[in-house]
């Protein structure tokens, strides 16, 4: 697997899907100011990439989850990778929107599944945990088993890990920010200056400040 999560974050920086602005930070949904911004869409115009994607999360899943009956991606940045490694696996495909959809059927869990169903979810991010656990919790309130979620890449904040922890669910990512930073310096993707703004950062998130 850690060879898997190399050659994922090589992959991330290749196609530049990693974006650094420490001079002028992202702002994230959770409020947060951030120098990088990992944008796992871009994934998706690179054939090579997205079915490096779909495959590791198709063989861990096989690994992990042999009994999955569904396969859920979350909205919206999840759903063409949960959708390609439904295929790959033979399975149904279902997605999960942020909230109930505010006409028509007014669902948050889009698609046919049964109470009972045993569900792994696919994430494309973790970063707090906020909006993927939405996701889980609108499955289990729709009745599904949730065996576990998996993503492509987490920054391993361990507000995140807490709260997957006492939310009682399993989650596994095919990289992370520690395995990415390491691979950046190797590669010259990120310069010493960078490098130290990205560990400042690291250290509390939440209250840094350009």
């Known amino acids: 697997m850690e060879n898997n999560s190399k050659k994922i974050a090589d992959y991330l920086l290749q196609i530049k899907a990693i974006k650094l602005q420490p001079a002028n930070p992202f702002t994230w ?23 490096a994607i779909r495959d590791f ?12 009956e569904v396969i859920a ?20 495909f279902i997605y999960v929107r942020s909230g109930a959809k505010g006409h028509g059927l007014g669902n948050q ?13 696919i994430e494309d991010l973790i970063s707090t945990g906020g909006s993927s656990l939405n996701a889980v919790e609108a499955l289990r309130g729709a009745g599904c088993e949730v ?10 904040f361990e507000k995140a890990e807490n709260a997957f922890s006492s939310a009682a669910c399993r989650v596994d990512t095919l990289s992370n920010y520690n395995v990415l930073v390491e691979r950046a310096v190797e590669t010259g993707y990120v310069s010493g200056k960078e490098l130290e703004t990205l560990k400042e950062w690291r250290v509390d998130p939440a209250s840094w400040n350009a």
């Open 109 to 121: 869990v889009e698609g046919h599944y049964e109470p009972g169903q045993k569900v792994v979810v």
């Open 57 to 68: 999360f198709s063989e861990k899943i096989k690994e992990l989850y042999p009994g999955a």
């Open 29 to 51: 949904a959770s409020g947060w100011k951030s120098p990088i911004y990992c944008d796992n869409r871009t994934t998706l115009s690179h054939p090579e990439v997205r079915n």
């Open 73 to 92: 991606g979350v909205a919206t940045g999840a759903i063409a990778h949960g959708m390609l490694v439904a295929d790959k696996l033979g399975l149904p």
């Open 147 to 156: 065996l576990g979620m998996m993503a492509i890449f987490t920054y391993g």
